[in-house]
């Protein structure tokens, strides 16, 4: 079936042109392999530019690869790992994160999929003691999966927990341009100066074809970890393509501006369904993601046109996502499509 516009995910989203002409002017006679080219040392300083000068960034394939191999440099197989319980690393990444770390996850109660420092402190009294796993890890999302953001201080109290109980703070940036949209601040302000030590930086949901970033905002963190990269098979041959997506991705505010449209896109859809009858949000929306709740029956002759998740089939929970190319045009369909549902 064709979809007229997918709201499932902004994963859906085609490659944004800037980025696809960015691979094909790559696409240009033969470069060194494995990043030793200049594509890559050229976005390895715009890193820097946005993520301050000590930033150590290596780039891998997708979110998953970005996640393990973060987290798998941070740890040992006897340590564990806190997150929440919607957590990316926890539900849709078929237990990657235990089998290639060997380390154990402690998920914690969210509110909108947020969860607070202090939650973290009862598994504390673990540490020294043999017979447990050793917390090391917290890993908070931004955005969270339903669409919520940490604000910096919120960030900034996790990563003053984490270093006073000797453990690291992980930042699964997938959304991380959407979230930096909504609160108006730099990716610097966000990651950097909160205290974040290691950042999975999203970017095929904001317009690249392919690829993540792995970036250590502690120099120190980094060391070995190219060798880490290659054991979990996410080093890239031809690295360029990453590179050159990643490089247009931050030039001119092109993260920033993707993700400001689809910020305002899911602004516009909760506007339009919540004036429906029948129609609940659930979750506060923040960045490109409405919850909501509406009965089965709208719900199964909605689907049968439009692709989006029942994200939670007890309370009738969906998710609509919108992206950089989702148009007002599509948003007021949609919604035509949402009122005709019932």
Request: negative net charge; charged residues 20%.
């Amino acid at each position: 079936m064709v979809y007229p516009k997918s709201f499932a995910s902004d994963n859906n989203a085609p490659v944004h042109p800037d980025i696809f002409k960015a691979m094909a002017d790559a696409n240009q006679g033969d470069v060194v392999a494995y990043g030793d080219d200049w594509h890559t040392y050229e976005v390895e300083k715009k890193f820097k530019e946005h993520f301050g000068e000590a930033a150590r960034v290596f780039l891998v394939f997708n979110g998953t690869g970005a996640n393990v191999t973060s987290l798998t440099q941070l740890t040992r197989p006897y340590n564990a790992i806190v997150c929440s319980d919607t957590a990316h690393l926890q539900h849709d990444e078929c237990g990657a994160p235990e089998k290639f770390t060997g380390c154990k996850v402690h998920t914690l109660s969210s509110n909108h999929g947020k969860v607070r420092p202090e939650q973290v402190a009862p598994l504390l009294h673990s540490i020294g003691f043999q017979h447990h796993s050793q917390p090391k890890v917290i890993s908070i999302t931004q955005a969270t999966e339903l669409g919520t953001v940490y604000t910096p201080d919120e960030i900034h109290e996790f990563s003053q927990f984490a270093s006073k109980n000797k453990m690291y703070l992980h930042m699964d940036g997938a959304r991380l341009a959407n979230a930096a949209a909504y609160l108006k601040v730099s990716l610097k302000e966000l990651v950097t100066d909160t205290g974040v030590d290691v950042l999975s930086f999203g970017g095929t949901k904001n317009g690249l074809m392919f690829g993540e970033a792995v970036v250590f905002l502690n120099e120190e963190l980094a060391e070995g970890f190219n060798y880490v990269r290659k054991q979990s098979m996410q080093l890239a041959s031809k690295m360029r393509y990453i590179s050159a997506q990643f490089s247009a991705l931050l030039s001119n505010n092109l993260w920033l501006n993707n993700a400001n449209h689809a910020n305002q896109m899911a602004q516009l859809l909760a506007l339009k369904v919540s004036a429906i009858k029948g129609v609940e949000i659930t979750r506060p929306v923040q960045t490109n993601g409405v919850f909501a709740t509406m009965p089965k029956h709208a719900i199964e002759k909605l689907l049968k046109n439009y692709f989006f998740y029942v994200w939670d089939e007890s309370s009738l929970e969906v998710r609509w996502m919108t992206s950089f190319c989702t148009m007002p045009q599509d948003v007021e369909d949609f919604a035509t499509a949402v009122n005709d549902s019932f």
